[in-house]
């Protein structure tokens, strides 16, 4: 670490501090440190930095790193140079104009504290929700099982980084900095029709493609179209969280049938009363369980029979490193009754969140007028740039990689799991990334994840895959995309160690 206090007209009014551990660089880590200070008002227009000599000098880094922070800051406008005097605050610097008022109720102790009653002002509230927890920092954990995180060892950076700037070349940049408005990027779509729905057995013209912000919003914006509260719907159970919360935020019929080794069980009592079921058939969330041909062919035709719509949420598609997938359930669809939600970020990285709707154009229509009242649209830049990473072939050779690695993280998961002999557990057939683990009936999954915490391993509690009011605490999922595999079998060991500690306490008392 190294802090400096500034000379002259700073000093007293700016500190400089320097993480050498961070993964910011150190010239950008001076940027922000000064940018911050000007933006707070701790330095005014004209007030003059310490010289690049002595800030190198007592921040311990080379002059070059400071000269080149603060030429950068020259170039955006915050610094302007002075002869021979080094760098002073620019006098056209964006800071922010503050009333005397204004500054005077900051000084005194900030914004205060609303006295509105918002509880009757609000006519909806939405923080009832049971997200599935991660934490931010998983990454400090020497065994993290947890879904849907990206393993650095396992991405593309270079090559996504290249992407990224071709996508900001002059030939892209027009198109990709502008509004799309009610569009999407052309060149993204077709790689959709071209590349990602032919291996699911999908046929799709780009009129019935919809670019979201990850699988969910797709799901969001589906439920916003289609249920209100005088709709029936019917879900999994266990099912996604998430798309619980947002059904309850449309209406209150809700029926969760159960799921087997085959994914949902079918009841055409409650079916044929239903206006709409959401499903994951090829890998059932979170039990990872595929649903047969036979059984797809029986809800297609009971979809037909009791004009009931079918949702698709067709997740972990391209992890099939085992035996090919089943087809869709779309691609079966011959009335145009399956609406069809696919994600780009489980094959990419969570944080890139694009995903997409297929469905008729009449729908998909409706769903991108919404959508662009909501956000208009996914950003240019991060759909610019798949679309480049499909193009150049970084996507298929994405998936390749991840295939292997995880074949060989499963099987090692697999294999610590039967050594110890404490669940029972399901895990998709053709591969995924995860196992839904079963425990002992006196297990409580969410006693396990804080204690195995302590001893580095984290797990995700599956009681929030069921209905809150009453759920099993049992079941929990343990995910191999984001460890590697020398560390399975350990931490395994660490957590039947956990769950041996908590059976003999319960024996005891």
């Not at 610094?79 to 080094?86: D, F, T, Y």
């Not at 056209?92 to 509880?119: K, T, Y």
């Not at 035996?323 to 696919?342: F, N």
């Not at 509690?461 to 399975?488: M, W």
């Amino acid at each position: 670490m190294g802090q400096i206090d500034g000379d002259d007209a700073m000093q007293d009014h700016i500190i400089i501090t320097l993480d050498h551990a961070s993964d910011i660089s150190l010239q950008a880590q001076i940027r922000q440190s000064v940018v911050e200070a000007i933006l707070a008002r701790a330095i005014l227009p004209g007030d003059k930095l310490p010289s690049s000599r002595a800030l190198a000098s007592q921040l311990k880094v080379s002059r070059n790193t400071v000269i080149l922070a603060y030429q950068a800051l020259v170039d955006t406008g915050y610094l302007q140079p002075r002869e021979r005097s080094g760098y002073m605050v620019s006098e056209d610097a964006p800071v922010s104009q503050l009333s005397h008022l204004a500054s005077d109720r900051l000084e005194a102790g900030g914004a205060p504290d609303s006295v509105i009653d918002w509880d009757s002002k609000l006519v909806q509230s939405c923080t009832d929700i049971h997200p599935v927890q991660k934490p931010l920092n998983w990454r400090e954990y020497p065994y993290p099982f947890i879904y849907g995180q990206v393993d650095n060892e396992l991405f593309p950076m270079s090559e996504w980084r290249d992407c990224a700037r071709q996508a900001l070349g002059m030939r892209n940049f027009g198109t990709m900095v502008g509004d799309f408005g009610m569009n999407d990027d052309p060149m993204l779509v077709n790689y959709i029709c071209s590349r990602s729905l032919p291996r699911r057995g999908i046929k799709a013209r780009p009129e019935q493609i919809l670019v979201t912000l990850g699988a969910q919003n797709a799901l969001y914006l589906v439920a916003q179209l289609i249920v209100d509260g005088q709709k029936r719907v019917v879900i999994e159970s266990p099912a996604y969280p998430d798309l619980r919360d947002i059904l309850r935020q449309r209406t209150s019929h809700i029926t969760e049938l159960p799921v087997d080794d085959g994914g949902l069980v079918l009841d055409e009592e409650v079916l044929r009363k239903s206006d709409s079921v959401f499903i994951t058939p090829s890998h059932q969330c979170p039990t990872t369980c595929t649903m047969p041909a036979s059984r797809r062919r029986a809800l297609l035709d009971l979809a037909s029979q009791h004009d009931l719509l079918i949702i698709e949420d067709d997740y972990e598609f391209e992890m099939n490193f085992l035996e090919a997938a089943t087809p869709a359930l779309k691609s079966q669809d011959d009335e145009g009754r399956v609406i069809y939600v696919g994600s780009l970020s489980k094959s990419v990285f969570p944080g890139l969140r694009l995903g997409y709707l297929v469905a008729p154009e009449g729908l998909i229509a409706e769903a991108r007028a919404l959508r662009h009242l909501i956000l208009r649209h996914p950003p240019g830049h991060s759909q610019r740039t798949l679309a480049y990473f499909m193009a150049l072939g970084h996507y298929d050779a994405q998936i390749r990689r991840l295939r292997r690695h995880l074949a060989g993280r499963r099987a090692a998961l697999q294999s610590a799991m039967d050594d110890h002999g404490l669940f029972t557990q399901t895990a998709s057939h053709f591969g995924g990334t995860s196992f839904w683990v079963n425990g002992p009936d006196w297990l409580d999954a969410g006693d396990l994840a804080v204690r195995a915490r302590d001893e580095g391993v984290l797990i995700e509690p599956g009681d929030v895959f069921f209905q809150p009011e009453k759920p099993p605490l049992n079941y929990f999922r343990l995910s191999y995309s984001a460890i590697s595999t020398d560390r399975i079998a350990d931490g395994v060991a660490r957590l039947a160690a956990v769950i041996d500690g908590m059976k003999a306490e319960r024996q005891v008392s």
